[in-house]
């Protein structure tokens, strides 16, 4: 087997362990600031999303940062240091006696982890160019079923064992996934760019522009899909919470449900995605695009938890193959060595549409209801959508056959 692909499986093994840990506590957040002493329904809102900003604030800071290290000195290391400080952020919300104690750990969290941002990096700078749109399914898979194993896990453990033990079970697990990157993935040292010698080897390179055109019109797409994505999550768990009126329960639900979208979104990276490979990626993701809008204004009219379950896990299955095509696109118009900046700064942008989804969620949950928030989804995906169509369009007055397989 060829090396790319055993570094490939071997992180989706390791990431799908990284982010099980994280899913086993972070889900409940909510829940776990009323244990905190949080009960008044404005401040439980209120933290709920300052916890979820405070990480994205950090990590747009630090992303490109990141990336350029990772160029410089080697993407398995960023993979370790991220996954090494997620062991110990994670543990130490274990610990915490206050809300404020969570706030400062979910400012570390975004400053010091990414491991899914690191990983996709090293595949995106290691997998041959007709490939990609498949490499990235698969790590983006990871990400999802990680996201399904955990939230289950963690609700039961939550119910049965308490929130703190979930997050201490949670830094066990990132120590496991750490040792496997340790000791599986082989960075080859080709790979590795030490900055200014290759550059002065080769003055073409050093004048290749990273941020063109495309590249930076997708890298917009791709901040309006991490808005889609996230504007809801945080406030799942209070969403389901209201409908059940109470709190008995509902970690476990929300871990069922956070399980059904995990489960859509990794069947969909491990198969939609791989289309890119074959047909045109523009078209594929505006289709996708479409769809996702038909469900998601059938989501705002759900009448049960049953059926809002089903219709949730159907958006994020169409939704869930957009993300690997994008960076493919971006990857393949990117010089390999410059893949891990290129990653960090669209790792930027994906952080400040994580920052602006759970302000604007916090505005319209404390002035409106919860459920409110959905009806933003179609909004969002229409904008998305109208921005695919003139890229399609510029592209096609100019002849550019980049997009295609």
């Known amino acids: 087997m060829q090396r790319w692909k055993k570094n490939l499986y071997a992180l989706w093994i390791t990431q799908i362990i990284s982010l099980t840990s994280f899913g086993l506590g972070l889900p409940f957040l909510p829940f776990y600031i009323q244990?905190?002493?949080?009960?008044e329904p404005e401040q439980i809102k209120f933290f709920t999303g300052i916890l979820s900003t405070a990480p994205a604030v950090t990590m747009a800071i630090m992303a490109p940062v990141w990336g350029k290290l990772a160029d410089k000195y080697g993407r398995k290391l960023m993979i370790l240091r991220a996954m090494f400080f997620a062991i110990l952020v994670i543990a130490g919300m274990g610990f915490v006696t206050n809300v404020w104690q969570l706030v400062i750990l979910r400012g570390c969290q975004g400053l010091f982890t990414g491991t899914i941002t690191a990983a996709t990096a090293f595949v995106a700078a290691t997998t041959p160019k007709e490939r990609l749109s498949y490499a990235l399914g698969v790590i983006s898979s990871s990400t999802f079923i990680g996201y399904t194993i955990g939230p289950v896990l963690g609700g039961y453990f939550a119910d049965n064992f308490g929130f703190r033990f979930s997050f201490f079970l949670g830094s066990i697990v990132m120590l496991i996934g750490f040792l496997l990157v340790l000791f599986f993935v082989v960075e080859e040292k080709e790979v590795v760019v030490k900055g200014s010698e290759k550059q002065d080897s080769n003055k073409e390179k050093s004048n290749y522009k990273l941020f063109t055109p495309l590249v930076v019109s997708l890298i917009v797409v791709l901040f309006f899909h991490r808005v889609?994505?996230?504007?809801?999550?945080?406030?799942?768990?209070?969403?389901?919470?209201?409908?059940?009126?109470?709190?008995?329960?509902?970690?476990?639900?929300?871990?069922?449900?956070?399980?059904?979208?995990?489960?859509?979104?990794?069947?969909?990276?491990?198969?939609?995605?791989?289309?890119?490979?074959?047909?045109?990626?523009?078209?594929?993701?505006?289709?996708?695009?479409?769809i996702a809008f038909v469900v998601s204004l059938s989501l705002t009219k759900a009448g049960s938890l049953y059926m809002f379950a089903l219709l949730y896990g159907l958006l994020f299955f169409f939704i869930g193959g957009v993300e690997p095509i994008i960076t493919s696109i971006t990857a393949e118009n990117t010089r390999p060595e410059r893949r891990g900046e290129l990653f960090g700064y669209q790792g930027l942008v994906g952080s400040i549409g994580w920052i602006c989804s759970p302000m604007v969620g916090a505005y319209i949950s404390m002035n409106y209801k919860v459920s409110s928030i959905l009806y933003l989804i179609p909004a969002l995906l229409t904008i998305n959508y109208l921005l695919l169509i003139s890229i399609r369009k510029r592209l096609n007055k100019k002849g550019n056959s980049l997009i295609s397989k």
């Open 228 to 290: 889609t994505r996230t504007i809801f999550s945080p406030y799942l768990p209070l969403y389901i919470q209201g409908v059940l009126n109470t709190t008995e329960g509902a970690s476990k639900l929300t871990g069922y449900i956070n399980g059904i979208i995990g489960i859509a979104s990794a069947v969909s990276g491990l198969t939609i995605s791989r289309l890119g490979d074959k047909y045109d990626k523009l078209k594929i993701v505006t289709i996708l695009l479409g």
């Open 35 to 39: 244990k905190l002493g949080v009960v």
